[in-house]
């Protein structure tokens, strides 16, 4: 195994060595962020997977700490969350128990009284069985006087709802689904009370990860705007994709996350290829952490997310100036946010090319009369699997002006278009030569209205 440094983004969490997936245990506890995660630290495949765990202050820079959960022979710690119990004042880590040799899938905990360095298994685990091969990813959260947790059983597409009062015995409370996307099982379900932006009001958005048949191939995550009531959840409109993209998957919220607004972060990988993609001692990154919002399209409650980045310093930066071809901008950059606010005028396509080089760009386009935003990377750079090289597209949010925000990161480009109502999160692989950004319009002019590269 290599150790080039090209490959390792700035501002996203990778493992010092070996393979990551999902988050796991996302919480906000005693002034940290707490990043468990999915983690083979011997192979650059998935394997006997053990939580790997880092924190970090600010959600951007991580310091990565011993494995948390160790795999055994009888025992893959699986994807899963941690609360924190007050009445014993110490975490709780609720997490699906693998065995490899029967494939059966249970609930399990372990508890920390060091904030999270250290954990002792429940000497009852599992705490959750139902003898099933596929029933797992519980995620715990608060609710009423005692606790509630989603878990998936990920064959029959369902998310289903337990209540305990103490963390230890749970019963079964409702069923939600299969509903929506079903083509691949369901996996890692959470739910957030997310603030419908200008009003007082919330609204309960259950997440699910798919490991097949979304919009840009592959594995994919939904969520439904609906409400968690005594009845147990219901969804209110139909399911929408979280994520346009192919590169945002498992993602789940920071419990105990400080303000109204609830914090998402994901791998940013997908099934399909995951493990294929160049690697050299480490293989896998989460996405940036989201704040997430909903709001009103119409009848319907989308979500937005907005990502948490450094605060960094303006390189370059544009104001209202027309663009007619490609005005490649005066930065050199791998690792870098640009914020944009564009306008179509008489173009037919406009916006970034992004990580140019010789024959290498990563193109996100514009088409006002397709009302679509896209992001290709057929020139990105090397492409490992033959679904890798693609263009994806999505719903162009309604607006005269585009904002586009890209938050650019040596292996990956995070699109967030209209303010994060649509986002588009995509792995690139550029040579580390391939550094331009240019803003580009065919067929007219398009009007730059603000334009900055921030680094
Ligand atoms: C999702 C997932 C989870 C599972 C974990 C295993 O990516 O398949 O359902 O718990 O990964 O690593």
């Known amino acids: 195994m290599s150790n080039d440094p090209t490959l390792r983004p700035r501002d996203h969490f990778t493992p010092r060595r070996g393979w990551l997936n999902d988050p796991n245990g996302l919480i906000h506890h005693d002034g940290e962020f707490h990043l468990f995660f999915q983690h083979h630290p011997h192979a650059l495949v998935h394997g006997p997977i053990s939580w790997g ?42 997490y699906t128990a693998f065995d490899p040799a029967t494939g059966r899938q249970a609930q399990s905990l372990a508890f920390s009284t060091d904030r999270g360095r250290t954990w002792v298994p429940h000497p009852g685990n599992p705490v959750l069985d139902v003898g099933s091969t596929s029933f797992r990813d519980p995620k715990v ?59 007082g009001d919330t609204a309960d958005v259950l997440l699910v990860s798919v490991s097949a048949g979304a919009p840009a191939g592959g594995s994919g995550m939904q969520y439904f705007v609906g409400e968690l009531t005594e009845a147990g959840f219901r969804s209110t409109q139909p399911a929408r994709w979280l994520d346009h993209g192919p590169d945002c998957y498992a993602a789940v919220s920071y419990t105990d996350a400080p303000g109204e607004e609830p914090v998402i972060q994901g791998w940013m990988s997908n099934w399909l290829y995951a493990d294929t993609v160049p690697a050299t001692d480490f293989r896998g990154s989460m996405t940036v952490a989201r704040r997430l919002t909903l709001r009103r399209r119409g009848s319907d409650l989308v979500l937005v997310q907005r990502p948490v980045v450094r605060p960094g310093e303006v390189r370059c930066s544009l104001e209202e100036v027309d663009v007619a071809g490609e ?129």
Do not use: K, N
């Open 53 to 94: 765990h880092a924190v970090s202050a600010d959600l951007v820079d991580w310091t990565e700490l011993p494995t948390a959960l160790l795999a055994t022979d009888e025992e893959h710690v699986w994807s899963g969350s941690v609360v924190h119990d007050a009445s014993h004042d110490r975490l709780v880590a609720a």
């Open 327 to 455: 005005r490649p901008l005066p930065v050199v950059a791998r690792s870098c946010r640009v914020v944009a606010d564009l306008e179509a005028g008489t173009a037919q396509r406009f916006g970034l090319h992004l990580r140019v080089g010789d024959g290498e760009r990563t193109t996100v386009a514009v088409d006002p009369d397709a009302l679509t935003v896209s992001v290709d990377r057929t020139a990105a750079g090397e492409a490992t699997h033959p679904a890798f090289a693609a263009l994806h597209a999505a719903p162009l949010p309604d607006a005269d002006v585009v904002r586009l925000e890209v938050v650019v990161d040596m292996t990956s480009v995070e699109v967030f278009v209209g303010g994060g109502e649509v986002v588009l999160t995509e792995q690139v692989f550029p040579d580390p030569a391939s550094t331009g950004i240019s803003v580009f319009a065919e067929g007219g002019t398009a009007r730059i209205h603000t334009l900055s590269v921030v680094e």
């Open 141 to 199: 959260f608060r609710h009423g006087d005692g606790w509630a947790m989603v878990v998936v059983r990920a064959d029959d597409r369902t998310v289903d709802l337990y209540r305990s009062p103490d963390l230890l015995a749970w019963t079964h409370h409702s069923i939600f689904g299969p509903e929506g996307s079903v083509e691949g099982v369901w996996e890692c379900p959470d739910v957030v009370t997310v603030p419908v932006e200008s009003t």
